[in-house]
């Protein structure tokens, strides 16, 4: 029998390993695919490196000790996100991506603010596993910290997914409500909710 999976947070010795794995386990993500424009790793990397580094810096990011698995959570609370500076690690970003990405990340989020849940909550804006390491319980363990901590402050959790048979996925771990909403120009999508 497998030992269960070493959880740990997240570090910044951790970054690159991370964002190359995320970067394969949403190679055909909707939602990804729809803002880099297509499947590129390099521009998805960095997308994952630029949502990774506030995280670690904010103490809400899980992965397991070989980096096959990531969870990065916010914490939405009532007076705006817990967050750091974050606009200089976005204007990188934008940088190094260009414009065509980085207009479809604001059309993006702007579709998703609109129909975002009211605060507080937590947010799970990344769960992701390498592809070769799928049905190993990797993504359910590096779950587990940020939903103790949601209970723990009483908060439900949330996330959006655009790929409909991860809500299968999530149901199974407490996100038992769906709300549906489109991203226009790309592919219908849910907020799912924990109730905390």
């Known amino acids: 029998m497998d ?7 997240a570090t910044p010795a951790d970054v690159d390993a991370v964002a190359g794995m995320v970067a394969a386990a949403f190679a055909t993500d909707p939602a990804w695919s729809f803002i880099i424009g297509g499947h590129d790793p390099g521009a ?7 949502l990774l580094v506030g995280r670690i810096g904010r103490g809400t ?4 000790d070989d980096c096959g698995a990531v969870a990065m959570w916010d914490r939405k609370s009532l007076d705006g996100p817990v967050d750091d500076d974050h606009a200089p690690r976005w204007a990188a970003f934008r940088s190094e991506v260009g414009e065509d990405i980085w207009s479809r990340l604001e059309a993006y989020d702007a579709a998703v603010s609109a129909v975002a849940p009211e605060r507080p909550y937590w947010y799970l804006g990344v769960l992701a596993t390498h592809p070769d390491l799928h049905g190993r319980g990797l993504a359910t363990a590096v779950l587990r910290p940020g939903l103790e901590a949601a209970d723990a402050a009483g908060w439900d959790c ?7 048979g991860n ?27 924990r109730p905390a």
């Open 61 to 64: 990011a899980w992965v397991t």
């Open 44 to 50: 998805m990397a960095a997308f994952a490196r630029t």
């Open 3 to 9: 030992s269960p999976p070493v959880v740990r947070a």
């Open 167 to 193: 809500k299968a996925f999530y149901a199974g771990r407490g996100f038992t409500d769906a709300v549906p909403f489109d991203i226009p120009g790309g592919a219908p999508s849910w907020w799912l909710r």
């Open 158 to 164: 949330w996330l959006e997914t655009s790929t409909p």
